[in-house]
């Protein structure tokens, strides 16, 4: 990777400030590196930025771009979430991305946070049907642009996370294949790029990329684009390739 734009601080979720991710981004030999922490969401999940942190974060990403701007190009975003009110700063880009479902009842179902949390969803929200799950995970993402201004799409396929560890569903079911084909037909439209994210093969989670090799060739066939992003938690996998 020759730039980052899929990058967390400890603005939200990661481990180090982001001068210590320029500094390494410059060691790396990278044009650019854009900051995408989590924008602050509806509710407390413990990840995601606090509200009344953005104006900080904004300034510091500014702050950087100058003192910077002779050895790399910085890019101040944030990584919305289909449920992260629309931030008051301006910013160069927006990755859109789908954590959490909202139920009726208000409860928070986490894509990708623990596996007995995904499996207690579709038991108690989804009648134990998990392509209906995948169905609504993927019905939302394909909404992100028009609900967040993305730019870039976040790890289209989260939904496949804990695959490789215990396989909860077949990824040649039609219930799959037409929900993740609908979405990318709704992105479209509005938003051809979708990245490329190693952040769970750094993380150990996974030996392949989002999203899965035949959804890539889809959005490729369809018009789409695509870029490499880490999304990093800290310096050390900035611009983490694929093995
Ligand atoms: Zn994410
Ligand atoms: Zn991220």
Redesign the pocket.
């Given at each position: 990777m020759k730039g980052d734009l899929?990058v967390?601080t400890l603005f939200s979720d990661g481990k180090n400030t982001p001068e210590e991710m320029v500094l390494t981004a410059i060691e790396k030999g990278f044009s650019y590196i854009g900051f995408?922490d989590?924008a602050p969401m509806t509710f407390d999940d413990g990840c995601a930025m606090k509200a009344e942190k953005l104006p900080e974060y904004a300034a510091e990403i500014n702050r950087l771009k100058e003192k910077y701007k002779d050895q790399i190009t910085i890019y101040l975003g944030l990584?919305m979430d289909s449920l992260s009110p629309l931030p008051a700063v301006e910013l160069d880009y927006r990755?859109g991305?789908v954590h959490y479902l909202e139920m009726a009842d208000g409860h928070h179902v986490p894509i990708d946070w623990k596996i007995d949390m995904l499996k207690h969803g579709v038991d108690t929200y989804f009648g134990g049907d998990i392509y209906a799950l995948i169905e609504a995970y993927y019905e939302r993402i394909g909404q992100i642009v028009q609900l967040t201004g993305a730019d870039i799409i976040?790890?289209f396929d989260l939904v496949t996370i804990f695959q490789e560890r215990e396989h909860l569903f077949d990824e040649t079911h039609p219930r799959y294949i037409s929900a993740w084909q609908k979405a990318v037909d709704n992105i479209l439209p509005h938003c051809k790029l979708f990245e490329i994210?190693t952040?769970a093969i750094s993380r150990g989670y996974r030996t392949t990329p989002y999203p899965a090799p035949t959804i890539q060739a889809y959005i490729l066939e369809k018009g789409g684009k695509l870029i490499c992003n880490s999304?990093s938690?800290n310096k050390d996998t900035l611009g983490f390739e694929a093995p």
């Open positions: 899929h967390h995408s989590h990584e990755i991305s976040g790890h994210n952040g999304d938690h």
